[in-house]
């Protein structure tokens, strides 16, 4: 009788076993997904003081050298109409795109040379994605991409800066007040000529052509394979024949939103 309740109890244990090795373990509790706290961006405006002459506004040209090639139908027009314009150029740029720097250079008349940052990312010291681009994401990492396209432009023998414009033209108002802080103006826009260099050529000439007196038209000179440079150069040709005054921010008074310029 012990040897069979013995050989039960074997028994049992080996199914308990068993069962054991078989059995998928319950799965632990999920951990809660914590979310980022929305970070608030703004995009500022900018205008200069207008010429209050019919038939005879005044507009800036301003033009963004983020990474990538020169656009020689934009830079060419420029050049060949005398038309002037400021040029927010990234440290990548600089050293990509030597030629166009020497005719920038050259052409001291025409352009005026600003700070579009050391690596073209976006100037919010939070943690986020601007248009799917990582920001700097803290304070140290804003003053570095500022800093650092300042240092690449004295390298390059441009003069020191006194504009900023950071990659997509969107801050955090913490960051703003720290860019400020060294001692640089913001510079927003009123009127998006290219859409970021992806529209066509038509609605890119309609819309910089459309500038009204005081507008500051904010392109870019760094796509010479997009469609929209061959409507950015024909717009430019459009204002010219219209009586347009072009002036560099160097030039003109301004008054920006967000406090960028105050």
Not at 150 to 173: C, E, N, Q, V
Not at 213 to 227: E, K, L, Y
Request: aromatic share 4%; glycine share 8%.
């Amino acid at each position: 009788m012990n040897r069979i309740l013995l050989a039960s109890a074997f028994l049992l244990a080996g199914l308990s076993t068993l069962c054991a090795a078989e059995t998928p373990p319950l799965p632990a509790a999920a951990a809660p997904v914590m979310k980022s706290p929305a970070v608030k961006l703004v995009e500022p405006h900018l205008h200069i003081a207008r010429s209050n002459i019919s038939g005879h506004a005044r507009i800036a040209l301003t033009f963004d050298a983020c990474m990538g090639q020169a656009d020689e139908r934009i830079l060419s027009t420029l050049v060949r109409e005398r038309i002037p314009a400021t040029l927010f150029v990234t440290a990548r740029w600089l050293k990509r795109n030597p030629a166009a720097l020497a005719v920038f250079l050259q052409n001291p008349d025409l352009f005026e040379l600003e700070n579009h940052g050391e690596n073209h990312i976006p100037a919010v010291d939070t943690p986020t994605l601007v248009y799917g681009i990582a920001s700097a994401g803290s304070p140290q990492a804003v003053r570095q991409e500022v800093e650092g396209g300042a240092a690449a432009m004295l390298a390059s023998g441009i003069p020191a800066p006194h504009w900023f414009r950071g990659s997509t033209a969107k801050y955090d108002l913490s960051a703003i007040g720290e860019i400020r802080a060294l001692g640089y103006r913001i510079a927003g826009y009123s009127v998006n000529g290219d859409g970021g260099s992806l529209l066509g050529a038509a609605i890119t000439e309609k819309r910089i052509a459309s500038a009204k007196d005081g507008d500051v038209v904010i392109s870019h000179i760094n796509q010479p394979t997009h469609a929209a440079g061959e409507g950015v150069a024909k717009a430019l040709v459009d204002l010219k024949m219209k009586g347009t005054e072009f002036v560099r921010l160097q030039d003109v008074e301004d008054m920006g939103d967000d406090q960028t310029t105050e």
